[in-house]
């Protein structure tokens, strides 16, 4: 009986498909390829690295950066502080719109609104600057002004301050001095040296009742000085000449001297109608002339209407 074994291979060794990385057969031989990686290759060798030039430059451009901007800030700031900063030399400039002459020089006041600006380190910037408390402490200095204001310039440091006077419309002389009054009876100024008023021509009068005249207070009322201005004018458009006004004792009373005459005329200031009055004196004046007659004491129109003479 016949035994049948497996037939085996040649030389009884298996032979086994081998499936090997890099291995290919091309016509029955074998060849190797590799492909080398050299992010992976590690031959055991230290390899050497170019230099790192790229950081050293941006760290000096970050700190190039950074400095120009610190010298843009400053140079922000010092011209902020400049543009804002105020000069303590101000300009003081009288409003066009007034024809009336002021009682001081504008060197004065001019000088005074310096003085002003000076006073306080908080006037040097446009920011911090009280306007509106110059402008009282200017006009609490120089009563005679009726209104100040300041102006603070764009471009430039130096301050404007615009003035503009109170309207002075008589002299006031009394037992403690003589004072300029405005047209509201308020006293603007005292008088110690008659130049100071050359270039104002102001109705004299004299005080006998003993008004207590000061600064910036009231001496007469408005409708008092308004009369007595309009007696001046009412007598000046006839060429009557004033030669003498006052105020007598404890009375509501203004007598009024003519020039060339020893007679004067007594106004009545409580009535108030200052045109009638020096309308009566002025036609009584005429009549006592026409008949040749003239009043060795007074002429007295303080009655509406009628006129009395001694």
Same mark, same amino acid.
Do not use: C, D, E
């Given at each position: 009986m016949k035994m049948f074994n497996k037939p085996s291979t040649k030389s009884g060794v298996r032979q086994r498909k081998q499936t090997l990385t890099g291995l290919e057969r091309k016509g029955g031989d074998l060849t190797y390829y590799s492909q080398r990686n050299d992010q992976y290759a590690n031959t055991g060798r230290g390899q050497s690295r170019p230099p790192i030039t790229g950081r050293p430059n941006k760290i000096r451009n970050y700190w190039i950066q950074r400095f120009g901007f610190l010298i843009f800030i400053i140079v922000l700031f010092v011209s902020v502080i400049y543009v804002f900063s105020l000069s303590s030399n101000a300009k003081v400039v009288p409003l $066009? !719109?007034?024809? =009336?002459?002021?009682?001081?020089?504008? @060197?004065? /006041? $001019?000088?005074? @609104?310096?003085? +002003?600006l000076a006073s306080s380190i908080w006037n040097r910037n446009k920011l911090t600057i009280n306007t509106e408390s110059i402008t009282k402490q200017l006009m609490a200095q120089f009563p005679e002004l009726s @209104? @100040? !204001? =300041?102006? +603070?310039?764009?471009?430039?440091?130096?301050?404007?301050? /615009?003035?503009?006077?109170?309207?002075?419309?008589?002299?006031l002389v009394g037992s403690n001095g003589a004072y300029v009054l405005d047209t509201s009876g308020r006293a603007l100024m005292v008088v110690n040296n008659p130049k100071d008023l050359l270039n104002l021509t102001l109705p004299l009068v004299t005080d006998q009742s003993g008004l207590k005249l000061a600064i910036n207070q009231q001496a007469l009322s408005s409708t008092d000085v308004e009369f007595i201005v309009t007696v001046v004018a009412q007598l000046a458009a006839k060429q009557v000449v004033v030669s003498s006004l006052t105020l007598p004792v404890a009375t509501r009373e203004l007598d009024v001297g003519i020039a060339t005459q020893s007679y004067i005329v007594k106004f009545n200031l409580q009535d108030g109608d200052a045109r009638q009055q020096a309308g009566t004196f002025l036609a009584t004046r005429a009549r006592l002339s026409s008949q040749n007659i003239t009043p060795a004491h007074y002429i007295d129109v303080r009655v509406s209407g009628r006129a009395y003479y001694q």
């Open positions: $066009q !719109s007034t024809n =009336v002459g002021f009682l001081h020089s504008q @060197a004065t /006041y $001019q000088t005074a @609104a310096s003085k +002003l @209104a @100040a !204001s =300041v102006t +603070l310039p764009i471009l430039t440091h130096r301050p404007i301050i /615009y003035i503009s006077p109170a309207q002075p419309a008589l002299l």
